[in-house]
């Protein structure tokens, strides 16, 4: 069975920055893709950033220049470094992991979510 464990959401002002991790845990040999995806009330969940095992990264227009992705391959993690936060990135942010190699096969997660809320 795979866990995946987000933090690092919160409150925070406009233009401050946080930082989400995701750590993902069970009997695990490797995961080919891992992604920050977000959705706020009322709309659609969206990619935010995602990122390969090689280390290619892809990031939402919106977020560009702000956000950074990064993933550590040997523990499994993947993080999120926000900057210049805006109001309008409100939202939960979910950590998504595909292709996940383990001991039962390849599986797909979703994390719980966390809250990340941007005051004006």
């Known amino acids: 069975q795979v866990q995946l464990v987000e933090s690092g959401g919160g409150l925070v002002q406009a233009g401050g920055s946080l930082r989400l991790s995701c750590a993902a845990s069970?009997?695990?040999?490797?995961?080919?893709?891992m992604g920050w995806y977000r959705q706020a009330p009322g709309k659609q969940r969206e990619l935010v950033a995602d990122i390969t095992s090689g280390g290619v990264t892809n990031y939402a227009d919106s977020v560009k220049g702000r956000f950074t992705i990064s993933r550590d391959n040997a523990k499994n993690t993947v993080d999120l470094q926000m900057n210049s936060l805006k109001p309008e990135d409100t939202a939960v942010y979910y950590c998504?992991?595909?292709?996940?190699?383990?001991?039962?096969?390849?599986?797909?997660?979703w994390g719980q979510g966390t809250q990340v809320t941007v005051s004006s």
């Open positions: 998504r992991c595909l292709g996940i190699v383990t001991t039962r096969g390849i599986q797909h997660y």
């Open positions: 069970g009997s695990i040999f490797s995961i080919n893709y």
